[in-house]
């Protein structure tokens, strides 16, 4: 089996759609037993599998967050790697982002992110072999675009969180890296290129592959940083966005 995860025990926040789900399906076919963590009980109602658990809530929530560690070792299931996919999407003007709409966004985007990293570190601080954890951001974070302003301040902040991990905990065997994708044919992909055609043909005009990336392409690379074949991989930003940022 091409990069062997059955050792691997991760959990998937975010899980429901697009590179959440993605990561599941990838995840699983490669061995690997996975905590699911999303929303809505319709999002994973036709996946199985006997690696499989699903849990249902909101990541901000840490008492939320807590039940699924406690399992995890009450079953003696400890998660070992953590994929902080979950997130939310803000278009605003800068001007129009009041006080609550900016505590929605850090709270989805960036604390729900630094509290369960706390609680991973918590539960896998004894573990001897490495640890994994891969955040996803966006290419928003590094080149900035309008009316994103919110909603790159979180991705560029998980850029630093994950770069101080790394630089803290990295001697206790703690991989810590981030994605940025680019633009990624996940639930959204159909309706934006139908509805928004001129700015979907801006995107391909920048993109220098001329195409949106697939979940699968960023699922791919999650499988092989969790996996030992990338341990001294570590600290890195990776933009998965076919060349956009170096284009």
């Not at 800068?94 to 604390?111: G, T």
């Not at 573990?127 to 979180?154: A, E, P, Q, R």
Request: with cysteine.
């Amino acid at each position: 089996m091409e990069r062997d995860l059955r050792d691997k025990i991760v959990l998937v926040t975010g899980a429901g759609k697009g590179i959440g789900k993605s990561t599941v399906v990838e995840l699983l076919n490669r061995g690997a037993y996975v905590y699911a963590a999303t929303k809505s009980k319709n999002d994973l109602k036709s996946l199985e599998n006997k690696n499989l658990k699903k849990f249902y809530g909101d990541v901000r929530n840490i008492n939320f967050v807590e039940k699924i560690f406690k399992y995890a070792k009450k079953n003696n299931k400890v998660i070992n790697s953590l994929i902080n996919n979950a997130g939310r999407r803000q278009r605003e003007k800068f001007e129009k982002i009041n006080k609550k709409k900016l505590d929605y966004i850090l709270d989805s985007n960036v604390k729900s992110v630094f509290q369960i990293m706390q609680i991973f570190y918590k539960y896998t601080k004894n573990l001897k072999n490495y640890k994994s954890i891969v955040n996803i951001g966006s290419i928003v974070g590094i080149k900035g675009f309008d009316s994103l302003s919110g909603y790159g301040m979180t991705k560029t902040a998980l850029i630093g969180l994950t770069n101080c991990f790394f630089i803290e905990k990295s001697s206790e065997k703690y991989k810590c890296n981030i994605i940025n994708p680019g633009f990624i044919k996940t639930s959204y992909y159909k309706k934006f290129k139908e509805k928004k055609r001129n700015l979907y043909n801006w995107t391909l005009k920048k993109t220098p592959m001329k195409k949106w990336g697939d979940s699968s392409d960023v699922a791919e690379l999650i499988c092989f940083l969790v996996s030992d074949t990338s341990n001294y991989i570590n600290g890195q930003t990776i933009n998965l966005d076919g060349g956009w940022t170096t284009g």
